[in-house]
């Protein structure tokens, strides 16, 4: 599984307007509930799974992104939420950088290896300063699913 297998346009929001871990992680959220139609307790479910697992260790990988995930049953397949921000926002990364590229990334249990498949394939989408800073710049999701289909 590749970020191109789950890209989806109305998953991805630019910018982001929150200016702190939670906040964006709450909007990430609200951007999934919405376009997929999950209920209010719901979305509080995967809040709550996705804060839960941020509690554990800070998900911020470095190089200006972060990937908060979490496995919850609610979710019935591999999903993503991409969301950028203008701002740089603080999620305790290794290298000590702020981040402003974000990745949601929730699956159910039984599909696992899918997510962990996901997770990789951010992380090595990613790798190129050049393409970071080409999504930070994006003005909205069309310009930010070119960037990766490129």
Do not use: W
Request: net charge negative.
């Amino acid at each position: 599984m590749n970020v191109l297998d789950v890209l989806d346009k109305d998953l991805v929001k630019v910018p982001l307007l929150s200016s702190d871990k939670k906040g964006i992680i709450v909007e990430l959220v609200d951007t999934l509930v919405k376009a997929k139609g999950y209920s209010a307790a719901q979305g509080e479910q995967i809040l709550d799974a996705v804060l839960a697992r941020e509690s554990l260790g800070s998900t911020g990988i470095g190089g200006g992104i972060a990937i908060p995930h979490a496995k919850i049953d609610v979710i019935e397949e591999v999903t993503m939420v991409l969301g950028i921000s203008r701002e740089s926002i603080d999620f305790d990364s290794p290298d000590g950088e702020m981040s402003r590229i974000f990745f949601l990334v929730l699956a159910p249990s039984k599909q696992a290896s899918a997510h962990v498949e996901l997770l990789a394939s951010i992380a090595r989408s990613c790798t190129s300063k050049i393409f970071r800073r080409l999504l930070e710049q994006a003005r909205d999701s069309e310009e930010v699913i070119h960037l990766f289909m490129e």
